[in-house]
């Protein structure tokens, strides 16, 4: 048993709404709570609107565009100019930031120098930093580099202001795009003529 | 130099003097009728969560802001705080509104704050305030109850943690006979009143406001239609929050002529 004992609930996908149940505790095992899900009794219960999905662990949440950054451990988040790691997040206390990874070595963490940075949601974010097919479409023509923060803000450089102004424009738009249209997005910006 | 001609009406409508004909209400619905709803998130885009909701003439907008640090003075405490601002526009109502706050407005606020308490997790954002800040643009009727549901649904819009989504509505009787959802004209000839504030999925009321005089079984009927009304709602709410939830808009789909194929 352990923490398995819910596989692949049934609920995952699901819109949920508060106050909506998402699935009864099983009888024995454990099952991990994500942000969003809360425990009333013996069911799991939705407190936020969204989208059930399954976490790291096998946790229950529910994911949805939320402007409000909640700390979680070992989440990449960009600064005002530090690209860095949250190492403590607790309730009550400011969180941790570290710009080593768990090893101690450097990984692409620190200071950010030039570009430019802006802010999309949480839920954007995430879509981001997994590698998108259209992050890969843009960067076989361009030149970039892209850091994206689980608080929602991306950094972006590249050469020339046009250049950067484009691929800041693509990452901004793709997320009110599925897959394949922000790959259709950015194929018509390529083609309408970049130096 | 005053206006004496007296052919000159002081209000365009006069308020008619009868609300039920011959058993039926003005506008023609049933007496456990709502009028239309009309509900939108996300209205206010620099807002963490926003929506804009309609019934019948009554339109009402909510921003939700927050939850941010609370003022210096504020003492530490384990819990958030739910700071609710309803403001009337000036010519939200009949005869035009004064600025400054008024004591209805006070009301409004204070009662918006106890039907939201109960669902709200205040102590998932510990020393800081959330600003939920109505505007209510007409006041056609119910004003009470179109405020509380929107400021669900711009809470929830907001992802802010709720035990449960709060629908209100509100009955009002007149000669006896118990009407739902009443309208402005409505509420003005009522001998009794009252808004109900409900949580569907968890079966408890967050709030019961009531003003004149009621029997028990006359009480115990207008809460039970206030409930089945609230039921309906929250069921509303519900749908606009899922449809906002799994929103994603695809690419047009153009055929050979460039049309678009929906």
Redesign the interface.
Known sequence: MGVAAVEQPPCLGK???????IASLPETGTVRVGG?V?QAGRSL?A?????VQQGPGDSLWVC?????YIPNLNDAVVGDVVFCRVEEAA??LDPVLTCMDTAGKAAGFGPLKGGTLFQVSTSHARTLASGPPFLAALGRSLKFELAVGANGRVWVDAPGPANLALVARLARQAE???A??AV??VKEALASGLR | MAFTNSSVPFFRHDRPAEVIADGKRLDGRDNEEFRTLFLNCGTISQASGSSYVELGSTKVMVGVYGPRQSDRWMKYSEQGSLDCDVRLATFATRQRGRPIQTQLEKELSAQLETALSASVLLHTFPKAVLDVQCLVLEAGGSVLAAVIAAATLALADASIELRDLVSAASVSRVQGIQLLDPTAEEEYREEAGLVLSFMPCLNQITSLTSHGVWSKDELRDAVELAMGACEEIDAALRDQLVQNASQRRDPPVLDEDDNENA
């Open positions: 819109c949920v709404v508060p106050g909506e149940p969003g809360q219960i407190v936020k609107a969204g989208v949805n565009r939320q402007k409000r309730r009550d009110e795009l599925d394949a249209g259709a997005a």
